[in-house]
């Protein structure tokens, strides 16, 4: 049963576009929403996180916009560069223990 | 930095074969965690542990056991391998605030 659903499955944009992940959720339980990265032969690595009391938290280039209603959440990548290319997992936060989503591979073209 | 290491980095066995594999985390975090990855699959939980001796099971626990035998070390124990076992597994550990889950290089077995 996959709790944490993840589209497209791999997306590819030219550099200086902006890169769109979207996720979705079941369990209104989750509290805690990262975004993880993976680059190949790596491990992966949280990128940015948020948490239901928000709507949006940005970093930089990385944004999240979350939708409490929808069980909705989306990663924006603006000016997207080569060195983006990577995995993005949406994960979520339930009783200590986290949930993946099956990832979405972006390639980012020069 | 948090540290969380794995051995074997790679392992090849037969079917029907006993395979352990093990993660140290030096960083006193509670929590510690197998996963495995596989490609359209993302990551799924095996199983994971909030202290020495404790096992909680996971999303995908069938054919595997695990251990905690102390703050530090988590095992994760194939008693049986099968094919369908061949995966990369990461290890993984956190602290109470679950704030970032810290990864170790990951261990790719193959089962054949």
């Known amino acids: 049963q996959q709790q944490v659903r993840q589209s497209p499955q791999s997306l590819t944009v030219w550099e200086g576009e902006t890169a769109i992940l979207n996720c979705s959720y079941e369990d209104s339980t989750f509290d805690y929403f990262p975004w993880y990265w993976q680059f190949p032969r790596e491990s992966p690595a949280l990128l940015i996180a948020?948490?239901?009391?928000?709507n949006k938290k940005e970093d930089g280039r990385f944004t999240i916009f979350f939708n409490k209603r929808e069980k909705k959440l989306s990663l924006h990548i603006t000016d997207s560069q080569p060195g983006d290319s990577a995995t993005y997992f949406c994960a979520a936060f339930n009783y200590n223990v986290l949930y993946f989503g099956s990832g979405t591979k972006l390639t980012v073209e020069p | 930095e948090a540290a969380v290491t794995q051995s074997p980095r790679n392992k090849v066995t037969v079917t029907g074969g006993n395979v352990t594999l093990s993660c140290r985390q030096t960083n006193s975090h509670n929590y510690m965690y197998w996963y495995r990855q596989d490609t359209g699959h993302g990551l799924r939980l095996i199983h994971y542990?909030?202290?020495?001796?404790?096992?909680q099971i996971g999303d995908v626990p069938d054919g595997y056991k695990a251990t905690r035998t102390t703050q530090e070390d988590f095992f994760l124990l194939l008693e049986l391998a099968s094919p369908s076992q061949t995966s990369l597994y990461f290890c993984?550990?956190?602290?109470?605030?679950?704030?970032?889950?810290?990864f170790g290089k990951g261990t790719r077995l193959t089962v054949v």
């Open positions: 542990s909030y202290g020495a001796g404790n096992l």
């Open positions: 948020i948490r239901p009391v928000s």
């Open positions: 993984a550990s956190s602290d109470a605030t679950n704030t970032e889950v810290f």
